[in-house]
């Protein structure tokens, strides 16, 4: 199912000048640099800004998903739900507001950065220096939509693969370390006994 027919896009807020981030008060912002490469979701702690009379369509609360329109790579993160308070979407970042009766958002973020979808979204690329996902691309992006069931097995199943990448990246640090340690002894005792000779 093409993914204008599952939710509501739109292009986050684009910024009339320089932005300068306040020490406190104003308005949350999530911009390109708070959406990572993998597309873990963002947040909690976005810089504010002075940032009057902003439509709603700006804002997202949580359950959106927002993704990153340019350069590489062209990731998608779902928004926690609920955000202790709205947060402007600043451009070049998209807003993606799901049908949550069909899609969780979750589910969403994760089918747009798998490698055949991210794929697709490359042909459709503009630009050289600065590559640009058109919107009308994003807009036509088909995306397999199982029942909500199956969705939050696949988030959950993800989450877990995830996190077992990460344990066993841990894992292979840790043994280059001990193995380091365990040769360096090695090349120590054998340099004492040279010495002792």
Same mark, same amino acid.
């Not at 640099?33 to 702690?45: L, M």
């Not at 609360?61 to 947060?87: K, W």
């Not at 990448?165 to 040279?194: C, F």
């Given at each position: 199912?093409?993914?204008?027919?599952?939710?509501?896009?739109?292009?986050?807020?684009?910024?009339?000048?320089?932005?300068?981030?306040?020490?406190?008060?104003?308005?949350?912002?999530?911009?390109?640099?708070?959406?990572?490469?993998?597309?873990?979701?963002?947040?909690?702690?976005?810089?504010?800004?002075?940032?009057?009379?902003?439509?709603?369509?700006?804002?997202?609360?949580?359950?959106?998903?927002?993704?990153?329109?340019?350069?590489?790579?062209?990731?998608?993160?779902?928004?926690?739900?609920?955000?202790?308070?709205?947060?402007?979407?600043?451009?070049?970042?998209?807003?993606?507001?799901?049908?949550?009766?069909? #899609?969780?958002? %979750?589910? *969403?973020?994760? /089918?747009?950065?798998?490698?055949?979808? $991210? =794929? !697709?979204?490359?042909?459709? +690329?503009?630009?050289?220096?600065?590559?640009?996902?058109?919107? #009308?691309?994003? %807009?036509? *992006?088909?995306? /397999?939509?199982?029942?909500?069931?199956? $969705? =939050? !097995?696949?988030?959950?199943? +993800?989450?877990?693969?995830?996190?077992?990448?990460?344990?066993?990246?841990?894992?292979?640090?840790?043994?280059?370390?001990?193995?380091?340690?365990?040769?360096?002894?090695?090349?120590?005792?054998?340099?004492?006994?040279?010495?002792?000779?």
């Amino acid at each position: 199912m093409r993914l204008a027919e599952l939710s509501d896009i739109h292009s986050g807020y684009t910024a009339r000048g320089r932005l300068d981030p306040l020490p406190e008060g104003g308005v949350p912002a999530l911009q390109l640099r708070d959406v990572g490469a993998s597309g873990e979701a963002p947040g909690p702690d976005f810089q504010r800004y002075d940032l009057d009379k902003l439509s709603d369509r700006y804002l997202v609360r949580g359950g959106e998903v927002v993704f990153r329109s340019r350069g590489e790579p062209n990731a998608a993160a779902a928004i926690p739900d609920p955000l202790p308070e709205p947060v402007v979407v600043i451009v070049p970042l998209v807003i993606i507001r799901p049908n949550r009766d069909r #899609v969780l958002p %979750e589910y *969403l973020a994760w /089918a747009i950065n798998q490698p055949d979808a $991210q =794929r !697709r979204l490359c042909a459709e +690329a503009q630009g050289t220096s600065l590559r640009m996902i058109p919107m #009308v691309a994003l %807009e036509g *992006l088909e995306i /397999a939509v199982p029942d909500l069931l199956t $969705q =939050r !097995r696949i988030i959950d199943l +993800a989450a877990l693969a995830r996190q077992e990448g990460q344990l066993l990246r841990q894992l292979a640090a840790r043994r280059e370390t001990l193995v380091s340690a365990v040769l360096v002894d090695a090349a120590k005792a054998a340099d004492q006994k040279e010495i002792a000779r």
